[in-house]
């Protein structure tokens, strides 16, 4: 494996023949993971980075899935009385319908690739939380773009850090605890099709965003956040 260079397998998970009954035990795994390795603390951060005040605030993400993120959100956000409303925007429907269930108040789903999605009113904060890896480089630039277009205070992105050390780790992890073929084969695969410090600074660079900042975070992950300055 050469992580000099990014992957571009496709990921089981990016199949549309795949069984929801096995992207439903992948989603669960996946949450632990990201409750257990500080995935959803990072999202967190990021969302604490772009929120001035205390006053109603609305939080999308693109790639949503079940759902795990914007509960996590809503917990912390509930703990200090932020009001919150939310959008979920997930290509799969049936993902959709796990996050209704879970999220059952202030939120708007819409099944639907994000790039269709016209948001009648801004919302004050975009992300996605390991969503950008499945994508290509074009693709990414192209994201970024949309993301700063769409969000009223600014955008962050929570996603992986290709490296050696990330990958096996996960592989080895994943082979012993998995119990799910998605996350055994997706979860290493993910970490290979993830990006360099160097090529997010290209992106945007392309994409003709200058205020952003990107930080490391445990466990190879990046934080990444963009605020608009007009705001």
């Known amino acids: ?137 074009r693709e990414m630039v192209k994201q970024l773009q949309w993301m700063k277009t769409n969000a009223r205070i600014g955008f962050f992105i929570n996603d992986l850090h290709r490296h050696k050390a990330a990958y096996y780790s996960i592989k080895i992890l994943t082979n012993l605890f998995s119990k799910s073929y998605l996350v055994k084969h997706d979860a290493p695969l993910s970490v290979a099709r993830g990006f360099t410090k160097d090529e997010w600074i290209q992106f945007f660079s392309i994409a003709g965003i200058s205020d952003f900042s990107i930080e490391w975070k445990w466990a190879f992950r990046w934080l990444i956040v963009s605020k608009n300055k007009c705001d």
Not at 109 to 128: A, Q, R
């Open 1 to 137: 494996m050469n992580f000099r260079h990014r992957s571009y397998q496709s990921e089981l998970l990016d199949r549309p023949d795949i069984p929801f009954e096995d992207i439903k035990r992948n989603m669960r795994e996946l949450n632990f993971i990201n409750t257990w390795l500080g995935g959803h603390a990072i999202t967190i951060n990021g969302v604490a980075a772009l929120m001035r005040t205390r006053e109603p605030i609305t939080i999308c993400e693109i790639g949503c899935g079940g759902g795990d993120n914007l509960v996590a959100i809503k917990k912390w956000c509930d703990k200090r009385s932020i009001p919150v409303a939310f959008i979920g925007i997930d290509i799969n429907p049936h993902c959709i319908e796990v996050a209704a269930k879970r999220l059952l108040s202030n939120i708007q789903l819409i099944s639907s690739d994000y790039k269709d999605v016209e948001l009648e009113t801004p919302p004050d904060i975009i992300f996605s939380s390991l969503f950008c890896h499945h994508f290509s480089d």
